[in-house]
């Protein structure tokens, strides 16, 4: 699926930026020119909205299927309900 895989794509950039942020933070300390565009909030940002892309495929599947919203079989309960 897409949207699995480009959750995978930007989760690896995500850690390998946040990565070379670290070892720039060890070696270069405040010496460092830092960026205000910094690209972990850009993988960031997508590996959210790709995240929820899938909770929405997953509710919108347990919905076809007629599951609740965790998965488990809806039960037809109308008690205390007016008929």
Do not use: F, P
């Not at 959750?7 to 070892?23: C, F, G, Q, R």
């Not at 929820?52 to 809806?74: C, N, P, S, V, Y």
């Amino acid at each position: 699926m897409a949207a699995l895989r480009e959750m995978e794509v930007n989760l690896t950039s995500l850690i390998k930026a946040a990565k070379e942020s670290k070892n720039r933070i060890n070696t270069d300390g405040l010496s460092h020119n830092y960026s205000e565009n910094h690209d972990c909030y850009d993988y960031a940002a997508k590996v959210w909205k790709q995240s929820l892309r899938l909770a929405e495929l997953k509710k919108l599947e347990h919905q076809i299927t007629g599951l609740d919203r965790w998965g488990m079989k809806q039960q037809n309960n109308k008690e205390g309900k007016d008929a």
